[in-house]
C-alpha cells in the first residue's frame, strides 16, 4: 500500500528539475533518529495510534503528535524528528488544497460548505492554517470554529489552528508536519488555510497540490488590488458571496479571468513528450482514493494542461460547492495525469529542505560566539562606510570555521 522508500523515508536522491541529466547514484542515507532507528515505546504506541488507532485513540493521537513536532525543547525535536521519518511512508495519499483570500471574504463559511460535502461524499477532511500573525490575534480559525460549527464536531473532520509563534518559515514548516501527521492518519483531503499576510500565500501554495484564492464580486473592478504574485499561483480562483450581486460576480468573474490569460499565456494544450516527466527510480503516488483517470490525451498526442480558472459560489448558501470540487477533481486528474503532482510535491520537499537549511544556518551563525561579538561592530563600521558590506559578511563566515 505504502510506496517504497529508501533507508530513512525518503526518495532517493534527484529532484524533479534534475532533468534528463544522469541521475546521481543513490548515497546511503543516515537519517534515522535515534540512530538505531527505533522509536522510544511512547511513540511507537503514538505512531500506531495515529495510524491504526480507534477514531477517539486516534484523534488523541494526532494532536499530541502534532504538540510534540511544534515544541521547541531540543530533546522533544529529536523524538519528533523520529517520529516523523516513521510516519512518512504512510503520508502522500492526500489531496492537498490551499485556500487564501483576505478576512472576512469568507473562507472559512466555505471550508465549512466544502468539508461536509466531501464528507457526505466518504472523505475524511483535514483543516489546519498557517496564520503568522495568530500570536497577535490568538489564532483565527479557532474564533473560525465557531463558523465551522459543523465541520469542528463531525467525527470525520479534523481541525487544528495555526501554530501561534515564530516566523513565517517556522510556522508553516510547523503546519506542514501537522499535515503529514493527518495525513498518516488517513485524511484523504486536507485543506490549508490562510489570510495571507506577508508571503504565506507562497508558503502555502508550497505545501499544497492546488492553490485556491478566494475574491469578493467586486473583484473585479479593482484588479490592482490584488497582488500580482498572489494571482500568479492561483491555480483556481473564487468569486464567493455570488448571492449578493450575481451580476458584480459574473463581471469579476470575466476580468479576472482575462488578466489570468495575460499571466500565465495562452495555449491549451502542449505536446505530450514535454510535459514533466516522474524521476526516475522514484516511486510513483499511489492512485488517489478518488481515481485519476489516464492521460487526457488529444488528437495529435498532445495533453490537456490545466489552465487557471474562475468559478464563482455561494459559499453561505452552499451553491457551487459541488461545481468547485468536480473542478478541482478536474485538476487533480489532468495534473495526476501528467505526472505534475508528484513532481511539485517532490519540488515542494526539496525547495522546503533548503528553506530549513537557510533559517536553520541563519540561526545558528547568529547565535556563534564569535559572531555575537563582531556582528555589531562589523554591522557599524559597515553603516559608517568603512568597511565594505561583502568584506563584513566574509569575516563574519569566517568566525564559523572558529571555535
Ligand atoms: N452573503 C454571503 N455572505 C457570506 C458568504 N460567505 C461568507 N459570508 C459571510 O461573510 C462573513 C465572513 O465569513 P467568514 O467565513 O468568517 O470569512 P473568512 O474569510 O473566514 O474570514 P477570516 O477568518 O476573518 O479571515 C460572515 O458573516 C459570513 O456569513 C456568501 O457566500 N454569501
Ligand atoms: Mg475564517
Not at 95 to 108: A, D, E, Q, T
Not at 181 to 191: F, H, L
Request: net charge neutral; charged share 20%.
Amino acid at each position: 500500500m505504502t510506496p517504497s522508500r529508501s533507508a530513512c523515508g525518503a526518495p532517493p536522491q534527484g529532484g524533479a528539475a534534475s532533468g534528463p541529466a544522469e541521475p546521481d547514484p543513490p548515497q546511503p542515507l543516515d537519517c534515522a533518529t535515534p540512530r538505531d532507528g527505533s522509536l522510544p515505546a511512547a511513540d511507537a504506541l503514538l505512531l500506531a495510534q495515529v495510524t491504526t488507532g480507534d477514531a477517539a485513540q486516534q484523534r488523541r493521537a494526532i494532536a499530541k503528535t502534532i504538540t510534540l513536532l511544534e515544541s521547541t525543547r531540543a530533546d522533544h525535536r529529536l523524538r519528533a524528528d523520529a517520529l516523523l521519518n516513521a510516519l512518512l511512508p504512510h503520508t502522500g495519499r492526500s489531496f492537498r488544497l490551499g485556500i487564501s483570500g483576505v478576512p472576512g471574504v469568507g473562507k472559512s463559511t466555505f471550508i465549512e460548505a466544502l468539508g461536509l460535502h466531501l464528507i457526505a461524499q466518504g472523505h475524511r477532511v483535514a483543516v489546519l492554517a498557517v496564520d503568522p500573525s495568530s500570536s497577535v490575534s490568538g489564532g483565527s480559525i479557532l474564533g473560525d470554529k465557531t463558523r465551522m460549527e459543523q465541520l469542528s464536531v463531525n467525527e470525520s473532520a479534523y481541525i487544528r489552528p495555526s501554530p501561534s509563534s515564530g516566523t513565517l518559515g517556522g510556522v508553516a514548516e510547523r503546519t506542514r508536519e501537522a499535515m503529514l501527521v493527518c495525513e498518516a492518519a488517513g485524511y484523504d483531503v486536507v485543506i490549508v488555510e490562510t489570510v495571507g499576510v506577508g508571503q504565506s500565500e507562497t508558503a502555502v501554495a508550497g505545501m499544497t497540490d492546488m492553490f485556491v484564492l478566494m475574491q469578493l464580486p467586486n473583484a473585479g473592478d479593482d484588479l490592482q488590488a490584488i497582488k500580482k504574485g498572489v494571482m500568479e499561483i492561483a491555480d483556481l480562483v473564487v468569486i464567493n458571496k455570488a448571492d449578493l450581486d450575481e451580476a458584480a460576480a459574473t463581471r469579476a468573474r470575466a476580468q479576472i479571468s482575462s488578466a489570468q490569460r495575460l499571466f500565465h499565456g495562452h495555449g491549451m494544450a502542449h505536446p505530450a513528450p514535454g510535459a514533466p516527466e516522474e524521476t526516475p527510480g522514484r516511486p510513483k503516488f499511489p492512485p488517489p482514493p478518488w481515481g485519476a483517470a489516464g492521460a487526457q490525451s488529444r488528437p495529435g498526442g498532445t495533453i490537456e494542461q490545466w489552465q487557471p480558472t474562475v468559478i464563482q459560489l455561494s459559499a453561505l448558501k452552499a451553491q457551487g460547492v459541488d461545481t468547485f470540487w468536480q473542478t478541482v477533481q478536474r485538476f487533480q486528474t489532468l495534473r495526476a495525469a501528467a505526472g505534475q503532482i508528484a513532481a511539485r510535491r517532490q519540488r515542494q520537499d526539496e525547495s522546503w529542505m533548503w528553506e530549513r537549511l537557510d533559517a536553520g544556518l541563519k540561526a545558528r551563525f547568529r547565535a556563534h560566539p564569535g559572531v555575537r561579538e563582531q556582528l555589531a561592530p562589523l554591522t557599524a563600521a559597515v553603516r559608517a562606510g568603512e568597511v565594505a558590506a561583502s568584506v563584513a559578511a566574509r569575516r563574519l563566515l569566517d568566525l564559523l570555521d572558529t571555535h
